[in-house]
């Protein structure tokens, strides 16, 4: 069974950054397309990031939430069985609860995860 750990969550303010890691263990996940989502208190799950395998005849592509493009960075390695979160000039707006998330699809979609994180905060101050 797959487990997802996510790390590197806090506080800091507007304008910080913050790198959050998520640790795959219990199984494979070199051919599982691996992302982040957030929830802020109040809203829906939101999809942030993610980046598929090279398994796929696009290869390995990373999609973003317009909110977050030009901000975050995301990128795995195989190797580790890890997915990171680089957050760049991060605002208020970005304070929510950050999931990683894998499942084989190629686009993730919050309704079909095979695989959930129990979540990290992220608290960015004004």
């Known amino acids: 069974q797959g487990q997802l750990v996510e790390s590197g969550g806090g506080l800091v303010p507007a304008g910080g950054s913050l790198r959050l890691s998520c640790a795959a263990s219990?199984?494979?996940?070199?051919?599982?397309?691996m992302g982040w989502f957030r929830q802020a208190p109040g809203k829906k799950r939101e999809f942030v990031a993610s980046?598929?395998?090279?398994?796929?005849?696009?290869?390995?592509?990373?999609y973003y939430a317009d909110s977050v493009k030009g901000r975050f960075t995301i990128s795995r390695d195989n190797v580790k069985n890890t997915v990171d979160l680089q957050m760049n000039s991060l605002k208020p707006e970005d304070t929510a609860v950050y999931y990683c998330a894998a499942d084989t699809s190629r686009i993730l979609a919050s309704t079909s995860i095979e695989y959930w994180g129990q979540g990290t905060q992220v608290t960015v101050s004004s």
């Open positions: 980046i598929s395998w090279s398994g796929f005849i696009s290869g390995i592509i990373a």
């Open positions: 219990g199984r494979t996940f070199s051919s599982y397309t």
